[in-house]
């Protein structure tokens, strides 16, 4: 925690944000209140959900964490390729997004950073005028 006490957490997943660096999503079972159909009240846990950096994390000795999900690092695979629905020769049947793109719909691959930069530019595929990985491709 930021003022060094420890908080023991449960962690439901991993996340790989924009900038490169690696979070825990986490619950911690914090003190809640709950209210009984008689008006009575009493403190109970309630897991809240926090995030934590990867680096403030000390994982318990002995414990197995290859189960917990991954988001954004799915094999190195930070990019979405949409299939499209092709009507006309002319137009790209592929779109590429960001890894979180809301606009990436059914039909859909993930791809390496070095495949996505691979595409930019073919006019099989488009890009996502939503997301723009183009803008973080060219970096």
């Keep these: 925690m930021p003022d060094h006490q420890e ?3 449960i962690i439901t997943g991993w996340t790989r944000t924009r900038d490169g660096r ?6 911690a079972v914090l003190p809640a209140r709950h209210e009984h159909a008689d008006g009575g ?3 109970t846990g309630a897991p809240t ?6 680096e403030d994390i000390t994982p318990i000795p002995g ?9 954004g690092a799915i094999a190195g695979r930070q990019w979405v390729l ?7 020769d002319d137009v790209p049947s592929r779109r590429l997004h960001r890894h979180d793109c809301w606009q990436a719909r059914e039909s859909h ?3 390496t950073t070095e ?11 488009a890009v996502c005028d939503i997301c723009r990985p183009d803008r973080a491709l060219r970096r």
Excluded: F, N
């Excluded at 690696?22 to 619950?27: I, S, T, V």
């Excluded at 495949?115 to 595929?125: E, I, K, N």
């Design 82 to 88: 949409e299939k499209l629905h092709q009507y006309v």
């Design 22 to 27: 690696w979070w825990a999503e986490c619950e």
């Design 41 to 43: 009240t009493q403190t």
């Design 63 to 71: 414990e197995d964490y290859s189960m917990v999900p991954t988001d």
């Design 7 to 9: 908080l023991d957490v």
């Design 49 to 54: 959900p926090i995030s934590v950096a990867a």
């Design 109 to 111: 691959e993930r791809i």
């Design 115 to 125: 495949d996505a930069v691979g595409l930019l530019g073919r006019r099989t595929v």
